[in-house]
């Protein structure tokens, strides 16, 4: 069973930067696009960045675009959004998802109803 858990949310300074975890366990990070998504106070849940593992394709929504980027750890098959920069319209609920895909998928999309399996979220704050 796919399931995603989810760590790093903080409160920072604006300029400041995170590092959020997303542990994948059920299937390998290869076969799977993970997307991370935010929720903003009183709006729509938004997505920021996404990635195909087995062939690195990112894209990456104008939220963020510049300021963020991703790591992977095969060993701990954990996926790493990592934020710096930030500003305080950057707070949010921070969620990853998880699309099982085959082999050749080839790509990875920003609209939240493409993926299937949801972390519980993890809040990040902005503010001075």
């Known amino acids: 069973q796919l399931q995603l858990v989810q760590s790093g949310g903080d409160s920072v300074q604006p300029g400041g930067s995170l590092k959020l975890s997303c542990a994948v366990s059920g299937l390998p990070l290869n076969d799977v696009v993970i997307g991370w998504f935010r929720q903003a106070p009183g709006k729509e849940r938004e997505g920021v960045s996404c990635i195909w593992n087995r062939g690195s394709i990112t894209r990456y929504s104008d939220l963020m675009r510049g300021r963020s980027g991703f790591d992977r750890d095969y060993a701990k098959n954990t996926v790493f959004l990592q934020m710096r920069d930030l500003k305080r319209e950057d707070t949010g609920a921070y969620y990853c998802?998880?699309?099982?895909?085959?082999?050749?998928?080839?790509?990875?999309?920003?609209?939240?109803?493409?993926?299937?399996?949801w972390g519980q979220g993890t809040q990040v704050t902005v503010s001075s």
């Open positions: 998802a998880a699309l099982q895909v085959s082999s050749g998928y080839g790509d990875c999309g920003l609209r939240s109803e493409t993926y299937r399996t």
